[in-house]
């Protein structure tokens, strides 16, 4: 069964602590996605890559970066969280093209920072 | 601006019911729609993915349609059971190969046994 993995489901961060989310993938899929959930706000993409070393700002970069150093695996790091950044983190995946595969996505990080 | 619509938010049904869940679309012109399912605390399940070039797509219990001179989907739960009780996702992708995902805010479901 084809996965994508995160490597933790739930983190506690103290405010200005640098914080790495890291999301792998088996499916040899092209593109890696980053995205946010928040109650009353929906899912919003925060940066995606379409291939190794490659990445792109989506709608909410500000305080985020992106590294995608092999194609499997793509981490998301929180350069100093704050508060505002307790959230659901949710990666995703797919190939280039799509086909019939459509996105696949991990179970999500809950982060809290405090 | 490419924005995609699910009403209601919430639902609530008893057993055995075959029940309807809606989405629409501001932009006619996606790449395809993909139908999720979230369950509390969980990561999102892909459910149902249909082509532009699709109508409609079967899984199950589940049906998913697609009508983009409408701009609208629809996911078709038949016989509902307890375990479908989950927040329901749906995702416009208008970005072709290298797009993401425009999704709405859910419906959330619950079927009372």
């Known amino acids: 069964d084809v996965k994508v993995t995160q490597s933790s489901r739930y983190l506690v961060k103290r405010t200005g602590e640098k914080v790495f989310l890291e999301c792998v993938q088996d499916?040899?899929?092209?593109?890696m996605f980053w995205y946010r959930q928040d109650p009353g706000l929906g899912l919003r993409l925060i940066y995606f890559s379409y291939d190794v070393k490659m990445k792109e700002k989506g709608d909410i970069p500000e305080g985020y970066s992106v590294s995608r150093e092999k194609k499997e695996r793509f981490s998301l790091i929180l350069e100093s969280a704050s508060t505002n950044q307790t959230s659901m983190y949710l990666c995703a995946s797919s190939l280039i093209g799509q086909g019939v595969s459509g996105y696949t996505f991990g179970s999500g990080t809950r982060l809290t920072v405090v | 601006k490419q924005e995609v619509t699910q009403i209601p938010a919430a639902l609530s049904v008893p057993e055995g019911e075959n029940l309807v869940l809606n989405c629409s679309f501001t932009?006619?012109?996606?790449?395809?729609l993909q139908w999720f399912r979230q369950d509390p605390g969980k990561g999102l399940t892909s459910l149902l993915l249909?082509?532009?070039?699709?109508r409609e797509q079967t899984s199950g219990r589940l049906n998913a349609s697609l009508d983009k001179s409408s701009g609208r989907s629809t996911l078709y739960i038949a016989a509902s059971q307890p375990g479908d009780s989950a927040t329901y996702l749906c995702?416009?992708?208008?970005?072709?190969?290298?797009?993401?995902?425009?999704f709405g805010k859910g419906t959330k479901l619950s079927v009372k046994p």
């Open positions: 932009d006619s012109a996606i790449y395809n």
């Open positions: 249909i082509q532009s070039s699709q």
């Open positions: 995702a416009a992708n208008y970005g072709g190969s290298q797009g993401n995902l425009i």
């Open positions: 499916m040899d899929h092209e593109n």
